[in-house]
């Protein structure tokens, strides 16, 4: 079926470990993005990406990586984990602009000990 | 990029107009604004997107006053499969800047 799906959907590690969510569209969407959503803060950007092989950084980048190497994923690194960084981790995709409506997995539930 | 605050939650009945406002003091002349609704446990999906004046679709209605410094997203005659967060995203087509409110809890009651 066509669509967004998001793998782990729940995700147990320590600290200091590197753990990786992963993002798959099948609609051929130039754009893809991750966010996370944390209590009271909304969602935030974290990196996006305009096409394969082209990212940037969003509003909270600081800890993360991605990559953008086949226009259909979008994984998202944490190179080492901290406890500061448990969320729920949403990744998106859209056609033409950011502005163009997005379409939500239903997240990665990502808790660090 | 403009910063947007939402009011944290609201309440409502069934079959009531409902009219969550979204401040955004500093939009600039590129930003857009798009509001979305979420589920528990689901990501969040897009309801309606405006520029200025008003948009309606067969889900909801979008104003937008001339200073553009706000929009009013308007549900008419909630049901209980309303209750919902909704958030307003501003966003640039020419930075790709993106920046979403903290959402607005509503709470439709029968």
């Known amino acids: 079926d066509a669509g967004i799906t998001q793998s782990p959907r729940y995700k147990i590690t320590e600290t200091g470990r590197q753990v990786t969510l992963m993002c798959h569209q099948t609609w051929s969407h130039s754009y893809m993005f991750w966010y996370r959503q944390d209590l009271g803060h909304g969602l935030r950007l974290i990196y996006y990406?305009?096409?394969?092989?082209?990212?940037d950084k969003g509003e909270v980048p600081d800890g993360y990586v991605v990559s953008r190497s086949k226009t259909e994923n979008f994984p998202l690194t944490l190179e080492s984990a901290t406890r500061s960084q448990t969320s729920v981790y949403f990744c998106?995709?859209?056609?033409?602009?950011?502005?163009?409506?997005?379409?939500f997995g239903d997240g990665t539930r990502l808790s660090i000990l | 990029l403009a910063k947007t605050t939402q009011p944290i939650s609201m309440d409502s009945y069934e079959g009531q107009e409902v009219n969550i406002t979204c401040s955004h003091n500093?939009?600039?002349?590129?930003?857009?604004i798009t509001w979305y609704q979420q589920f528990p446990s689901q990501g969040p999906r897009f309801i309606i997107q405006?520029?200025?004046t008003k948009v309606t679709n067969e889900v909801a209605s979008l104003f937008i006053p001339a200073d553009r410094k706000s929009s009013t997203l308007s549900l008419p005659r909630v049901s209980l499969s309303d209750t919902a967060v909704y958030y307003c995203l501003v966003g640039d087509m020419n930075t790709d800047k993106l920046i979403f409110g903290t959402g607005t809890r509503l709470q439709v009651f029968p």
């Open positions: 405006g520029y200025k």
């Open positions: 990406s305009a096409a394969a092989d082209i990212t």
């Open positions: 500093n939009i600039a002349t590129n930003d857009y």
């Open positions: 998106a995709s859209s056609e033409g602009t950011v502005l163009q409506p997005q379409h």
